[in-house]
């Protein structure tokens, strides 16, 4: 599968995501310009962390405006995965593929450090594989990272099940002293009501070596990579049935079982399969 990572000025962590996707997972990767208007083929889109445009006016709040994003909006549009990182998650927000905003860090600083987060649902193209409850130990790196929604999208959100990784305990107990930032409700991995975009704070491309100190992160790569040969797998129904087919097709070929079909005259079955093989010669 091929990786496209965005790149906007005053991204950081687009060669991490990189990385990531080509050195550690194997797969085919390329860069994003955020001028330019096209995909390269792309069969997963990653918004990376960073300070896109210096992070003036808002965070993400100049980027959403790049003609990168508006083929990052059709593709999305069309059911393809999108993960957006860190300031990633902010530029979702700002351009609406994901609903609420991002408000400064409680305590107003920024926060640099592992956190454990509590896997919530596992029915997302980068989730699908972990396990419900799972802690995962990523680390973080923002100032601005407080997710707030009004109260009505909350619930929503969380009646939708789109909330998908929580800030905990490394015992995966919410505890509003393991949220770094504040966030409403723990929040700190999002997905919209289509679940093929996902937003989440913590980085996880800086969590798929162990000597990066954790491996945790690569629960989010092997799901999409998962997902990705899943889908272009046909369904074992569809399988079974092509066997099936190919089968009967084989055998309805063979000379000897179209003469063993009741026939009892060996010269008409001569007759057939003489036949049968002058059509495969032709």
């Known amino acids: 599968m091929r990786f496209g990572i965005a790149v906007f000025p005053g991204s950081n962590c687009d060669e991490d995501a990189f990385h990531a996707a080509r050195d550690v997972l194997g797969q085919d990767a390329e860069y994003l310009w955020h001028k330019d208007a096209d995909l390269k083929g792309a069969d997963v889109v990653i918004l990376p962390g960073g300070f896109a ?41 700002e ?48 100032g601005e990272g407080n997710y707030f929604a009004p109260s009505e999208m909350l619930q929503r959100i969380e009646a939708n099940r789109q909330v998908i990784l929580r800030y905990a305990d490394p015992e995966g107990r919410l505890d509003d002293a393991w949220n770094p930032n504040g966030s409403a409700n723990a929040i700190a991995g999002l997905c919209n009501e289509a679940r093929n975009v996902v937003g989440m704070m913590p980085h996880p491309e800086r969590a798929c070596e162990a ?8 629960a ?9 040969r899943s889908a272009d797998q046909p369904s074992p129904r ?17 000379p000897s079982v179209v003469g063993a079909a009741g026939n009892r005259h060996p010269s008409l ?9 002058a059509g495969r010669s032709r």
């Open 220 to 228: 989010i790569f092997d799901s999409i990579v998962g997902a990705f």
């Open 53 to 93: 445009h210096g992070d003036y006016l808002r965070t993400g709040a100049m980027a959403r405006f790049s003609p990168i994003m508006t083929e990052v909006r059709a593709f999305a549009d069309r059911g393809g995965p999108v993960l957006g990182i860190c300031n990633g998650f902010q530029i979702l927000l």
């Open 269 to 277: 079955s001569m007759g057939r399969s003489a036949s049968l093989s």
């Open 211 to 218: 000597l990066l100190g954790s491996v945790d992160g690569r």
């Open 238 to 254: 569809l399988r079974r049935s092509a066997m099936a087919s190919a089968e009967a097709e084989r055998l309805a070929l063979q």
């Open 95 to 142: 351009s609406g593929l994901l609903p609420g905003a991002m408000l400064r860090n409680r305590g107003l600083k920024y926060r640099c450090e592992h956190v454990h987060l509590r896997v919530e649902q596992i029915d997302t193209p980068f989730t699908s594989a972990a396990r419900a409850g799972q802690v995962l130990r990523i680390p973080i790196g923002h």
